[in-house]
């Protein structure tokens, strides 16, 4: 099996972005170590605090969060950072080539209870045109992105990354302490008769939202699908990129969550990069999702992403209804 670094030099990455990358793969293999001594560690449960995101912390994505701060903020690539977990932008060097986003934990409600959770990252070329430590820094759309990855913590440890070719996947080796390409290249299966949503919102949704879901659930063209859910995006979507299905979290009318839950930066695009490269859909309301030109920082977004007939369908699904909808409320 093939090492990490060398799958990267064949794929001629920047040696800085390699040199960034290994950075931070380095907090993740420590992430991964405090993971696995679960309350051994200590860091089970729930700290008094509140991240920006109106979410109790726990105490893990506190631990996660500073790794993968200090790390990066150490290396000379780094110009600034955003994370999940912090209100503003964080300066790092003025000279830096490269701006990184991160969620340090992806699925943190899976914490106490041993499941599925993982690190969601993704890199930027720095903006010549705006102060190295200012937000509009982040302000790309997607398809800009120079890497995107994510490290699922589990049974095993496995890295999901792209650098703008194929979407690869590495197992983390506890042996020697590397990642080792195991596959080459993940390909999404174009149909599935699997989808990813919480169905426990169901109330919130619009009305075209739930016609589709009433008609997936009854209707005999859509006749064996199957609900998974594991209630972490990163973990729904590595079995979308490992055999197929639609991970789908829309908007609702829920305070708050008038755009959805997703955030733009630190999940949908990074995850929209890797479900492209690995042959999939990922679209917002149907627009791609890497053609977003954010306006804030935490900025959220309604998702569908995966196989690409299922995730087509939906969207066709939803502009149909919601153009018979306005056809209907005009005649009236």
Not at 97 to 107: C, E, H, N, T
Not at 162 to 185: M, Q
Not at 228 to 253: C, K, T
Not at 289 to 307: F, T
Request: charged share 20%.
């Amino acid at each position: 099996m093939k090492r990490l670094i060398p799958i990267l030099k064949q794929d001629k990455v920047d040696t800085d972005l390699i040199l960034l990358i290994r950075t931070i793969l380095a907090a993740s293999k420590e992430i991964a170590f405090r993971v696995s001594q679960g309350e051994l560690a200590g860091i089970l449960g729930s700290t008094l605090d509140e991240n920006i995101q109106g979410e109790i912390q726990k105490k893990l994505d506190v631990v996660a969060n500073q790794l993968l701060k200090d790390m990066l903020l150490d290396d000379d690539n780094v110009a600034a950072i955003a994370s999940e977990e912090e209100p503003d932008v964080v300066p790092g060097h003025q000279h830096g080539k490269y701006i990184v986003a991160f969620d340090p934990l992806d699925g943190s409600s899976n914490i106490d209870v041993n499941g599925q959770i993982g690190t969601i990252f993704t890199i930027y070329p720095v903006r010549p045109d705006v102060p190295f430590n200012c937000e509009r820094q982040f302000a790309q759309p997607g398809h800009q992105q120079v890497c995107a990855g994510y490290v699922l913590y589990g049974p095993s440890s496995l890295l999901v990354m792209s650098t703008g070719g194929p979407t690869r996947c590495y197992t983390l080796d506890l042996t020697h302490g590397g990642y080792l390409l195991t596959r080459s290249e993940m390909q999404i299966p174009t149909d599935s008769k699997e989808f990813a949503v919480n169905m426990a919102n169901y109330r919130y949704w619009a009305d075209p939202v739930r016609g589709y879901f009433n008609q997936l659930l009854s209707h005999p063209n859509f006749a064996n699908s199957t609900l998974r859910w594991n209630a972490a995006m990163v973990g729904d979507i590595h079995r979308v990129l490992s055999r197929g299905g639609m991970f789908v979290y829309p908007e609702d009318s829920r305070v708050g969550n008038e755009n959805g839950k997703i955030r733009l930066l630190y999940e949908a695009n990074p995850l929209a990069m890797l479900v492209e490269g690995a042959g999939g859909i990922a679209t917002a309301s149907g627009q791609r999702i890497l053609s977003i030109h954010p306006d804030s920082l935490h900025q959220r977004v309604p998702v569908a992403m995966g196989s690409a007939s299922q995730v087509a369908v939906l969207n066709q699904y939803l502009h149909d209804r919601a153009f018979d909808e306005s056809t209907t409320h005009s005649t009236n």
